[in-house]
């Protein structure tokens, strides 16, 4: 294996080989040996200092003038090896920064994983997309003893591993509460304990969460400042507006959160999502709510499932396949 000394050897050899023969292959030697250098971590500096060495064996007689260029670029290179070996030292602290948050996304990934239920009279659709590598996104799904679905799906203000790590508390959270407390009042209530306890106060987090009875077929819901659902109505063919009043999470403990009721008929469907739906920018600007509306009806006749990812990819592509935020869509259809 070539260490340094080796290294210099094979360069003077290779350097007095094409002064004298001036050959192609002996530049794609020296092509290989400035890898080999980068390798072994040889200074510029160090490479010219080689050069002028080799230039005085083969060329004695060479004028001081040449000599006199070679000792100004050696002073010039030592200033840019020493930013070249910063820049060096900052790309292998990125990549291990890199690994580290792949690792993290990971963890995080495992940690909030939920199960979509599977209930005959439902039809469920979920997409959850980080726009970076870490999700400040988070949804929920709850079926507990008497087949009550619940489903919560939060977004924190801020991004990167505070956010994940308040996503994870909150999951945690959430797993803690008994089935007897599920009424989405009371759960954003004990959220928001939690919240106001356990997170810094400048970071804050908006929720929605509802609980559909398959018995009565009733939708009961609350929100902590979310961003508004939309209900689809089969009957009219109409969009419109799932209005709750509520304060975001963490911001005063004795909160109360009010729960609003809806009956839900055969075919309707109940959309949720965080703002990096609603707030998909794209070269003319955010689009308008109508526009999302409008994509939703183009796939209205699909599988929950389906409608939430052709809605996602059209949006991805409208912003040029780059999400300026993190991106999450339910639908829940109610279909007998």
Request: net charge negative; aromatic share 8%.
């Amino acid at each position: 294996m070539l260490n340094r000394e080796n290294i210099e050897e094979l360069y003077r050899e290779t350097l007095a080989a094409y002064v004298k023969e001036q050959s192609e292959e002996v530049l794609y030697k020296g092509q290989q040996l400035s890898r080999k250098t980068i390798e072994q971590d040889v200074a510029p500096e160090e490479i010219i200092s080689w050069h002028k060495s080799v230039l005085l064996d083969l060329f004695p007689e060479t004028r001081s003038e040449i000599l006199d260029s070679l000792d100004f670029l050696l002073e010039v290179m030592m200033g840019y090896g020493l930013a070249y070996r910063e820049n060096q030292s900052l790309r292998h602290f990125q990549q291990e920064l890199k690994s580290e948050m792949d690792i993290a996304a990971n963890v995080q990934n495992t940690l909030l994983e939920t199960k979509i239920p599977e209930v005959p009279q439902l039809e469920i659709g979920a997409v959850s997309v980080p726009a970076k590598r870490m999700n400040g996104d988070y949804y929920h799904f709850i079926q507990d003893e008497e087949n009550c679905i619940g489903v919560g799906i939060a977004d924190v203000i801020g991004k990167g591993i505070p956010a994940a790590l308040c996503m994870s508390m909150i999951k945690y959270a959430m797993d803690s509460i008994p089935d007897q407390r599920h009424e989405p009042g009371n759960v954003l209530k004990s959220l928001n304990r939690v919240v106001e306890q356990n997170v810094d106060p400048s970071m804050f987090i908006t929720m929605f969460y509802g609980l559909y009875n398959p018995a009565t077929a009733i939708f009961s819901y609350a929100s902590a400042g979310h961003e508004i659902p939309m209900y689809y109505s089969a009957a009219s063919g109409q969009f419109e507006d799932l209005y709750a009043k509520g304060l975001l999470l963490g911001i005063n403990k004795e909160t109360n959160y009010q729960q609003y009721e809806r009956h839900v008929q055969i075919g309707d469907m109940i959309i949720l999502m965080s703002d990096g739906v609603t707030e998909c920018r794209t070269d003319e600007g955010f689009i308008e709510r109508e526009y999302l509306v409008n994509e939703i009806n183009k796939n209205i006749h699909l599988h929950p499932k389906e409608i939430v990812m052709n809605v996602y990819k059209h949006l991805e592509k409208l912003q040029h396949f780059q999400l300026r935020d993190d991106f999450t869509m339910i639908i829940l259809k109610r279909v007998s």
